[in-house]
């Protein structure tokens, strides 16, 4: 009998719902239309979590603003259709930069329907290429011991002890800096298994801000450390550790990543209310300092894991590329927002996170 002929609606459809690719249909405002069951189970979110947000909820890239997108379409640019890196956030806060490719499916006279398409198996790559370069990280410190305890071994009675302090304290240094790797790995793991266990409470950020500041005052002694937070700013609601360790990395790196001499600031605010989302009042905190800068094109990549720039500045510091990460994470977890701008010799992190409702300062004050 001979085989009736596919309907190219049914086969689009089996294709759309059996594919491994992950297919993401928006309109030129960046709502998002449609989405596959590939893009659903990556996003880890239910699909009307998905339909009808913004697109950049759950997939961001430089190229993906719709003007770009519209103006690469009139002029037949060879990106449209190539897979190029795009950050893929997945509801649970963690993320993948994943190699996804767009083009226009359909143009009307003011609206344009867009497909993105995140390939398949790039995830196991993505993973693949983390284990690579965690090996390569935990390599460099492992091969400067292990070079440094043969020399002592070796020629321990011919090295004069001032030498023999140096090796020695080499050594420690890089122990120390594996310790960190593994600190911030372990960290890592935690935030994408989900593991992450947060005692949220009413908390001051003055209190917060001080404490870091104490705590970083070493690193900080050619620094100056300047805090302005208004008296009677409502308290966040928030986790005491994370959010510690939120303001440490990113005060830690302001010092790190500008001159000495120069000045950090750590300021608080209300938020001003966001016309765009409807939601709880969010305290707004700020880090600034008076360093290097980073390059507009490479902002994404600062919070990507190892995304460490390549400049003098951060060749001669200690990181391993996952501080930001793991704070950009700790305040998804929190309900929060993080954004960073930059020019040479001001850059600027900013969170907000959520306020502490009356009722909630109202239990903090019977010292829950
Ligand atoms: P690291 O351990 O390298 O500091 P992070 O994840 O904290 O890792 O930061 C990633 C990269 O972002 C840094 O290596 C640096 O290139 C850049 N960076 C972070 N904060 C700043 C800053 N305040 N000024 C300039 N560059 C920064």
Redesign the pocket.
């Known amino acids: 009998m001979p085989l009736k002929p596919v309907k190219s609606n049914d086969l689009c459809n089996s294709l759309l719902l059996n594919t491994a690719d992950a297919v993401i249909v928006s309109d030129s405002a960046g709502n998002i239309t449609y989405v596959n069951p590939a893009f659903v189970k990556l996003i880890g979110a239910q699909e009307d979590e998905i339909i009808g947000h913004r697109l950049n909820s759950f997939i961001l890239a430089d190229w993906l603003d719709s003007s770009t997108v519209e103006e690469e379409s009139k002029s037949g640019a060879e990106s449209n259709g190539t897979p190029r890196p795009a950050t893929i956030l997945t509801k649970s806060g963690t993320e993948f930069v994943m190699p996804a490719a767009h083009f226009i499916a359909a143009s009307g006279s003011d609206n344009m329907t867009i497909v993105y398409v995140v390939q398949a198996n790039s995830l196991q790559q993505a993973q693949t290429e983390f284990v690579s370069t965690v090996s390569h990280e935990l390599r460099t410190p492992l091969t400067s011991i292990k070079g440094f305890a043969d020399t002592i071994l070796r020629a321990g009675d011919r090295l004069e002890v001032a030498q023999q302090r140096r090796y020695v304290g080499i050594i420690r240094d890089q122990a120390d800096r594996l310790t960190r790797l593994v600190e911030d790995l372990l960290a890592v793991s935690r935030l994408e298994s989900k593991k992450l266990q947060l005692t949220v409470r009413a908390l001051d950020l003055r209190e917060a801000i001080e404490r870091v500041e104490q705590n970083l005052s070493d690193k900080a002694k050619n620094h100056t450390l300047v805090v302005q937070v208004p008296a009677g700013l409502t308290p966040v609601w928030a986790d005491a550790d994370r959010l510690e360790q939120i303001l440490t990395?990113l005060v830690d790196?302001?010092i790190?990543?500008?001159p000495q001499g120069t000045t950090v600031t750590v300021s608080a605010t209300v938020a001003p209310a966001d016309e765009k989302h409807s939601g709880p009042e969010m305290i707004e905190f700020a880090v600034k300092?008076q360093?290097?800068?980073?390059p507009e094109e490479h902002l994404p990549q600062?919070f990507s894991k190892f995304?460490?720039?390549d400049?003098p500045l951060?060749r001669q510091t200690e990181?391993?590329?996952?501080?930001?990460?793991i704070t950009r994470s700790l305040v998804l977890a929190l309900g929060g927002q993080i954004h960073v701008t930059?020019v040479p010799g001001c850059?600027t992190?900013t969170v907000r996170l959520p306020a502490a409702t009356f009722e909630q300062q109202v239990a903090r004050g019977r010292g829950d």
Do not use: H, P
Not at 291 to 294: D, E, H
């Open positions: 990395n790196n302001a790190k990543y500008s300092d360093g290097v800068g980073i600062v995304g460490r720039l400049n951060v990181g391993t590329g996952l501080g930001l990460y930059s850059t992190f």
